[in-house]
């Protein structure tokens, strides 16, 4: 009898499983061999849900063959492929040791259709999914229904501050801090350039002004600037054409608010009028005097640029020898910095300092005045409170200490080369500043590395600099790698592109996208020698599918015309492409 009754409750127990797995879309396969479970879920759209606009399709799929391909079904028909390898926690916990292993990937997937590419009424939706060791399986088909009727508002999620329901914890805010997201619409955000009937694609100081409101505690506090390059967006949601330049980002000032918890919420409108709060996050701000130092960059040189010298002694320079003597080689240190002190007495920068390997060579409030860059002309240097339009579209809360937050140092590379102060080789080049506050000593704002070479031969390798991408910056698709490049005096002949140490591909002249005219080079840096600086744009496409993804280092070349070639310049940058074409 004992016997009988174990019998059954293994025989109960086992139909039990069975009907549980079925219902909670695990599929058992095998025979004679350890039993292979699949377990899966489409969160969105439910079953037989009406839907509109554009219609997120995500889930998860786990199975220990791992998965490599995950295609989105229409009425049976493949559409396009899912992002996969989304970071899924809540799986991870529900299914804590799958199959006794740990989880050799991030099971989620996320993909989108238009819901206008398809007639009202009802359809199907499945996914097929491509395992890693080849076998193919369709899951998950359910029944929706398309109205088109109905008028979507704006989706996106907010990236920064981070959800404390996911990590567990309210984000600490001080000082300046990056709110970040995305934002998408069928029919566009609702945005206007400024000024009015300017051309951003043409005009640097043309912005796109999107209606993007950042709010705290229910009070809007600014506008998001808009729109940003995000690749991973444009993946989940291939039918959306602005799906790449969905992101939005703005800099809030927190110390003009009390200490203690707050929430940010991100209103997003679109051309119908139509609004939604994307999200909300529940923060923690905790501002004091040690959070409230100055900020800043230095744009130019870029690492490891090139300082270059006349000269090529390291002896003492004569007694009384001036700086920015004639004939010397003058380069250049330009940047901003912006003080974000909460007490507007004591607010506000009062110098900025030069340091070339750790000594101060120059403080623009001593040093500013006019220097002769090149013969005949002249250009006010070692300065600070230059006109910096860009800098105040970033960080429009600090007004016109954003406005005028650039700064500019010459630096006669001879001079400083002779007197021992920079050496050949790897030099660091630091820029600090000094506020209003006395009991604030000099903050350092930002420093490189730079290369100070003494060319035999009077041959200057080639100098320039490179705008897109920059450092880290989210890449898919074709890129197309801009800058400006030239050597004095000639024009570049060939640019070599490297990409982790491969060669991509070469610009080789003549050819229309290198050479190009750039007045805007001649404009912003009028003592580089004409007519080369004039002629010193490149443009160069750079097929990102071709890698996988993850971060690259991109290094370009420059050869002249007369043979003498040199790596300009090196960038990390991030590829994005779902690890295939």
Known sequence: MRKTLGSLVVLTLCMLMASVAAAGGITGRGTGQPVLNTAFSIDTPPANATVFGIVEVRGFVLDPRGVSRITLLIDGAPVHDADINQPRDDVRIRYRRFQGED????????????????????????????????????????????????????????????????????????GVFPIVGWALDANGIRQRVSPTGCNPATDATCHVLADIEVMVDGMVVG??????????IANAHPDVASAFQSGFQLALDSSKFTNGEHTISVRVWNTEDLSTVLDSRDVWFNNGYATLA????????????????????????????????????????????????DQVNLEGIVSVQLLLNGVQVSDTATDCAPIEMAPGVLVTANCYGLERKDIFYQYPMFNMDAKDSGYFFAVDTDYWLISGQLHLGLNIVTVMARTKDPLRPAVVIDQIPVIVDCPTDGIFPAIGELEHPIAMEPMSGTYLVQGWVFEFPNSVKRLNFWVDGVLDGSLIAPNANINM??????????????????????????????Y??????LVIEAITYNGYDNFWVQRPMVFDNLNRP
């Not at 996914?127 to 369709?138: K, N, Q």
């Not at 001649?522 to 002629?535: A, G, Q």
């Open 517 to 546: 005219v750039r007045d805007d080079v001649v404009d912003d840096y009028p003592w580089l020698p004409y007519p080369v600086s004039r002629y010193s744009g490149f443009k160069y496409s750079l097929d990102t599918t071709k």
């Open 548 to 553: 996988v993804d993850g971060v690259h280092q």
């Open 223 to 232: 506008q998001a600037n808009y729109p940003l390059p995000r690749p991973d």
């Open 103 to 174: 989880f050799p990937y991030n099971p989620g997937f996320v993909t989108s259709f238009l819901a206008s590419n398809y007639t009202d009424g009802s359809h199907t939706i499945a996914i097929r999914v491509t395992y890693s060791s080849s076998d193919v399986e369709d899951l998950g088909s359910r029944n929706f229904t398309v109205d088109n009727t109905v008028t979507q508002a704006p989706i996106g999620g907010i990236d920064s501050p981070r959800d404390p329901s996911v990590y567990g914890y309210q984000d600490y805010i001080a």
């Open 294 to 341: 100055p900020f800043g960059a230095i744009d130019w040189p870029m690492n490891d640029a090139h300082f270059f010298a006349n000269y090529c002694t390291t002896l003492n320079p004569p007694s009384g020898l001036p700086p920015y003597a004639p004939g010397d080689h003058i380069d250049w240190v330009s940047g901003w910095v912006i003080d974000q002190n």
